[in-house]
């Protein structure tokens, strides 16, 4: 298998862990991570320090049972990509909500480390349940 595969799903699988220092192994200080238009996150976010602050602790602040639920990883070589689910309850108004999401990891060979770039890209359409 390759490598990039491995490390991202071993970031996922720490996720669902909710070990945020063992998501944070395949992050160096040259990662963007971007979190797309319309997320409430968005943005692009560099280095293991700003994810954290721009993406995570926000959630963690703001959400009850957040979550991403990984259906299916793709190895691409170089790109990875996760599909899934985001799942949750926004405090602020009580109200549960799902939205589907891709993930798109691009991995950078350099001098013997990978880099990567994450776009979080997710569903038009979030569901509002009840």
């Known amino acids: 298998m390759n490598r990039n595969y491995e490390a991202i799903k071993a970031h996922y699988a720490a996720s669902d862990r909710r070990d945020v220092e063992a998501m944070m192994a395949p992050i160096t200080e040259e990662t963007r991570w971007t979190e797309m238009a319309g997320f409430p996150y968005a943005g692009t976010y560099i280095g293991s320090g700003a994810i954290i602050a721009g993406a995570f602790k926000r ?62 890209i997710p569903g038009l359409v979030a569901e509002a349940t009840k």
Do not use: C
Request: no cysteine; aromatic share 10%; proline share 0%.
């Open 59 to 120: 959630i963690g602040e703001e959400w009850d049972d957040y979550a991403f639920s990984l259906e299916r990883l793709i190895d691409g070589a170089k790109t990875i990509v996760g599909i899934g689910t985001y799942s949750g309850r926004y405090k602020n108004i009580g109200k549960a909500m799902t939205a589907r999401v891709v993930h798109v990891w691009d991995m950078e060979e350099r001098a013997g480390s990978s880099t990567l770039s994450s776009s979080r």
